[in-house]
């Protein structure tokens, strides 16, 4: 039934798509990688205008308008790009991040790039843009384990030396509950509550382990506290049948409803349909942590590169038609270090990415990768500080930020040195000689004010190369 119901979407998707080209764009990226400011930036840009020279549609100025229109799914929430562009555009604060899935639509009036087609009236492009939690994707593997693998995993990670801190209270619970004893549901929420405080840990602040499933105890959307979510994993022996009644049992059945009622409909509503993905990563935040945080980054990202290249016998696998052609890996936030960092953040990124793709086995999409800001809080300038110049970047940091024993108001300007990325990208994986912790100066500063365009008409949002994304992404169509 799951097959036959996404052809047939697909099918529709596409002989709707003949009459009114529309592509639909996933946006995704673990929590606080930057999708809700990069959709929020990308629908702004392209509403009123922005300076965008290498987007060639729009630089060329064969971009006719672009509108907002109602969405096709009547049953996602709308992604709410009024509230988000007023905070960052009248209060200069960043808007509320991503918790669940949103999507956005907005058509794009071109004229032909070639000059017979311009002949005939111009073309139409309609964006769906699909916001959606990175950790949603990590589920994907859950779907060919049972509950006995998914509990042989999930407690062999929360064993590691390294996660100790973090899941020590959630195996000391586990260690009172009994298999086989009766469920009862005190006991069964009280561990699952435990597990998902364990799950949660391991992305706390300072301390970026990389995510684990499943996704919707770190993410859950609508669902918090439903009994789908009501589970956890057991020391379960492999090919033993416990009696019905028991923890085990229970558990189990919870386990599979989780796959049936949650990740299931979520690859074939939404994933299963995306043609293109931008796929956002904190990379800077991993580097800050040190070399084992930029691993499990590493570990995160074949992962989910490997959802989207799923092999033929697995689940989604199946009938997963070859839809997605192209995926963007961007490195955000970018604008927290000098221009002279760039080319390394990039080069970072590709070397993460590379290896990703290398291990996930994956081909066939179209992938690129780039080092970018959706939104540039800062500027560039140099500063000399005992005969020596610095380059450093200048924005204001916002209220309550500090920088040693200096503390902002949010209304001041300051110049930061935010420190140097390694030439080698191979330093950062390298334990002994890896960056040190936090050397990379990070400050959050307050989204920028407009800025006029170099014909100075039109005011618009300040970025690094948020053109070269949406050239990527959306150019070939706009042709
Ligand atoms: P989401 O969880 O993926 O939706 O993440 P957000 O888009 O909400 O971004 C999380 C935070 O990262 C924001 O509140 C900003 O502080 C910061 N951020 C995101 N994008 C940018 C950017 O382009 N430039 C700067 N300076 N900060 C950004």
Known sequence: ???????????????????????????????????????????????????????????????????????????????????????????????????AI?????????????????????????????????????????????????????????????????????????????????????????????FADYLKACRADGSALSTLPPGRFLMPGDLDGSPALTFAPLPVEPGRTYPKGSMAA????????????VVKPFFRNHFARLDRQILLVDVLQAINAGPEAVADLETALTDILGCFRPGRSTWLGGFLTRRIDRILVAATKADHLHRESHRRLEAIVRQIVDDAVARAKFSGAKTDMLAMAAVRATREATITDAGEALPVIVGTPAKGETIGKRSFDGQTETAVFPGDLPDDPRRLFDPQNGIEPGSLRFVRFRPPKLQPSTEGLILSLPHIRLDRALEFLLGDRLQ
């Not at 229970?250 to 009622?261: C, G, M």
């Open 250 to 261: 229970h558990l189990a059945r919870r386990y599979e409803a989780y796959k049936t009622v």
């Open 102 to 194: 949103s999507e956005l639509r907005l058509t794009v009036a071109f004229e032909s790039a070639s000059s017979w087609r311009r002949m005939l009236p111009g073309g139409r492009l309609t964006i769906d843009i699909v916001d959606y939690p990175g950790e949603w994707l990590l589920d994907l593997p859950l779907l060919d384990k049972d509950f006995t693998a998914f509990s042989a995993e999930a407690l062999e990670r929360a064993q590691l030396p390294s996660r100790q801190k973090e899941a020590g209270p959630f195996l000391q619970k586990l260690a009172s509950v009994d298999p086989e004893a009766a469920a009862d549901e005190v006991t069964a929420r009280d561990l699952s509550a435990a």
């Open 1 to 99: 039934a799951d097959e036959a119901r996404l052809v047939f979407d697909n099918f529709t998707d596409r002989t709707a798509s003949i009459f009114h080209p529309t592509l639909r764009l996933g946006v995704t990226g673990l929590s606080r990688a930057g999708k809700t400011v990069f959709i929020t930036a990308l629908v702004h840009n392209l509403l009123s205008g922005g300076r965008l020279p290498l987007f060639k549609a729009q630089a060329n100025g064969r971009i006719l308008g672009a509108d907002l229109e109602e969405q096709p799914d009547d049953a996602v929430p709308r992604f709410q790009y009024e509230d988000h562009i007023r905070r960052i555009v009248e209060e200069r604060v960043w808007p509320e991040s991503t918790r």
